[in-house]
């Protein structure tokens, strides 16, 4: 049996980029479940296809070998239908260094359109539209996480902010949410009564994937304007700046001055203990959009 003859495929649609996926066929139910706010029936013309094949074992699937960081040869192809010459081929062990396949931020019909950097994205219940961006693992996901359950926000976005850059507007990025370190272990008795995934992190451990509304009651909301970007650091003590927004270096093709004008001119840097917890620092970011925080400068 020819085990490359089982292949199927899985349409999906990023922002009015249609991809179609060619897949094994136990990498479905695992596209399904990261991706499943993108699914779409298939396109009549297709702008990117995408092929992904974990070459050691076929029918292990490819995402599989992903979250185990098994180590064993992947090939991944992305064919830009649009523009060739933003086509890719890479055969890899590990993910590190290897351009994304889903979303395809690289392709012809994305790169100059759409501009992305890690971080979380919540609206407010006043409406505003605010980024929280920092170092890996400073605290992000559960401070939105906390935010969601302190009824002061709802999630947009957890592990990248998407701009559209034609619409001047954040946009709506749902994906399955991260649990590491204290907030896997305060989640460890909801996790064998819902769907998710397990993958290691070499930096942090286990970590547990799970679907936002599961742990927040809802999917995410929708996305607009933003209206700030909060930098999140870690210090000894709590303190609060507003600084000139930094260089962040987002991945896209479009001039600097495009992505300048979908951000405000400032960003809030909030300096917290390590030893807050999520809630300590939701509110923290709060009171800092408020006017209630302690500026120094």
């Keep these: 049996m020819n085990l490359l003859s089982s292949e199927t495929t899985v349409d999906l649609n990023f922002w009015g980029t249609?991809?179609?996926?060619?897949?094994?066929?136990?990498?479905?139910?695992?596209?399904?479940?990261f991706y499943r706010a993108f699914l779409a029936g298939p396109a009549t013309e297709s702008d990117v296809a995408v092929r992904v094949r974990?070459?050691?074992?076929?029918?292990?699937?490819?995402?599989?070998?992903?979250?185990?960081?098994?180590?064993?040869?992947?090939?991944?192809?992305?064919?830009?239908?649009?523009?060739?010459?933003?086509?890719?081929?890479?055969?890899?062990?590990?993910?590190?260094g290897v351009p994304s396949p889903l979303p395809p931020f690289a392709t012809s019909t994305?790169?100059?359109?759409?501009?992305?950097?890690p971080g979380a994205v919540v609206r407010l219940t006043d409406g505003r539209m605010v980024a929280l961006i920092g170092e890996n693992y400073v605290g992000k996901t559960s401070t939105v996480v906390a935010f969601c359950r302190m009824n002061r926000a709802e999630l947009v976005a957890d592990s990248l902010v998407v701009l559209d850059l034609d619409e001047r507007v954040c946009l709506t990025y749902e994906t399955p949410l991260g649990f590491r370190r204290q907030g896997l272990k305060n989640i460890t008795n909801l996790l064998d009564q819902i769907e998710h995934r397990l993958t290691v992190s070499p930096d942090t451990g286990l970590v547990a994937l799970v679907q936002p509304e599961a742990v927040l009651g809802r999917r995410n909301?929708?996305?607009?304007?933003?209206?700030?970007?909060?930098?999140?650091?870690?210090?000894?003590?709590?303190?609060v700046e507003t600084l000139e927004l930094p260089d962040l270096q987002w991945f896209t093709a479009a001039p600097p001055s495009r992505v300048k004008a979908c951000l405000p001119n400032r960003a809030v840097q909030v300096q917290l203990p390590k030893a807050?917890?999520?809630?300590?620092?939701?509110?923290?970011?709060?009171?800092?959009?408020?006017?209630r925080g302690e500026p120094t400068t």
């Design 54 to 96: 974990c070459l050691s074992w076929i029918t292990r699937g490819f995402f599989r070998s992903l979250l185990a960081n098994d180590g064993l040869e992947k090939h991944l192809e992305i064919n830009d239908l649009r523009d060739e010459r933003f086509s890719v081929s890479r055969v890899f062990h590990d993910w590190s």
């Design 221 to 239: 909301a929708p996305g607009g304007p933003l209206d700030h970007i909060v930098h999140l650091v870690m210090g000894p003590v709590s303190r």
């Design 18 to 33: 249609s991809v179609t996926v060619q897949c094994s066929p136990s990498d479905v139910a695992e596209i399904s479940f």
């Design 110 to 117: 994305m790169r100059n359109r759409i501009a992305v950097y």
């Design 276 to 291: 807050w917890t999520p809630e300590n620092r939701a509110t923290a970011v709060l009171n800092a959009l408020t006017n």
